[in-house]
């Protein structure tokens, strides 16, 4: 295989020159959109653990699937679906906080972890297609893959472009939005189903362990830079892109997992922005105690 260059353009033309790679960038483009979206969502309100969750119950819908020889995709959304709908109907509401939401997401946790192994030990084939939800499988993107998460990409955007601005506001002050009408609890629900799609998809291009590094890091990254929403917003889509063509790239040119080259790359994205954000405060404070100093003095 022919490796990367200076040449900017013959790279991209290499990359596209086959259309395994084309369903790659088109679906990863996709998931990155979503991912990126809703990830802003998940980082403002503090579901981190639920979104966890929500990409561990993916394997064992993959692996439910396999069994009843049913295509895995529909196995993952099916399951991360009803996660969702589980955690909004036990789990948090305006009085309880998070302590409702976390029992909730521990308990359904625990329950699917054990459905998965009990779909591995009865599933008779290969196993491959089952480890492969559990670090990605993007460079093996069907076309009826790319058609799906389209679909799914699309319901999921133009949800949150329809319920972004109420869901920005039930998330910063939830009693205020429900004085006002907002039915938080329901919104609630429904972002988590969107969160629950966005996994689905998610999980083809990084796998279930590794999904905080599209759903996560680049919500994390982009509020670390910037408190407007539309702006963060805006940011964390922007890092999803980035990290995902970037770490499709990288896996194209050296044969590591894409998985890998994405969570690495949206780690020390959002180390090196913490970093700088860490030492500017401290020259900050620094400059504002000099100046403390000198006025004493004088």
């Known amino acids: 295989m022919q490796g990367p260059s200076w040449d900017l353009v013959a790279d ?41 969750m929500l990409s561990q119950v993916g394997f064992p819908g993959a692996a439910g699937a396999v069994l009843v020889h049913v295509a895995p995709v529909f196995g993952l959304v099916a399951f991360c679906v009803a996660a969702a709908l589980g955690i909004g109907w036990v789990g948090r509401n ?18 699917s972890l054990g459905l998965g192994l009990l779909f591995f030990r009865l599933y008779a084939g290969s196993a491959a297609g089952i480890y492969g939800f559990l670090f990605g499988t993007i460079l093996g993107i069907s ?16 949800a949150l472009a329809i319920f972004g601005r109420r869901l920005v506001f039930a998330t910063v002050d939830p009693d205020v939005a429900e004085a006002r009408g907002v039915n938080v609890r329901l919104l609630s629900i429904g972002f988590l189903v969107i969160v629950a799609l966005s996994v689905a998809i998610t999980v083809q291009i990084v796998g279930t362990l590794l999904i905080f590094a599209l759903l996560v890091a680049p919500g994390a990254s982009a509020l670390q830079l910037t408190a407007r929403p539309v702006r963060a917003l805006a940011l964390s889509v922007l890092l999803s892109l980035g990290f995902t063509w970037l770490g499709v790239a990288l896996a194209y040119f050296s044969d590591l997992p894409v998985g890998f080259f994405i969570s690495t790359v949206s780690f020390v994205a959002y180390v090196a922005i913490r970093a700088v954000k860490g030492a500017s ?14 006025a004493a003095e004088a």
């Open 12 to 52: 991209v033309q290499l990359l596209l020159q086959f259309h395994f790679m084309q369903n790659a960038f088109v679906a990863g483009t996709l998931v990155a959109l979503l991912a990126g979206a809703a990830g802003y969502f998940v980082v403002l309100r503090g579901q981190s653990f639920a979104a966890h």
């Open 94 to 111: 305006v009085d309880a906080g998070h302590r409702a939401e976390s029992a909730a997401v521990g308990s359904i946790l625990a329950f």
């Open 143 to 158: 076309d009826r893959d790319v058609q799906l998460t389209f679909v799914v990409a699309l319901l999921g955007l133009g």
């Open 281 to 294: 405060a401290i020259r900050r404070g620094n400059f504002q105690l000099r100046g403390a100093w000198f």
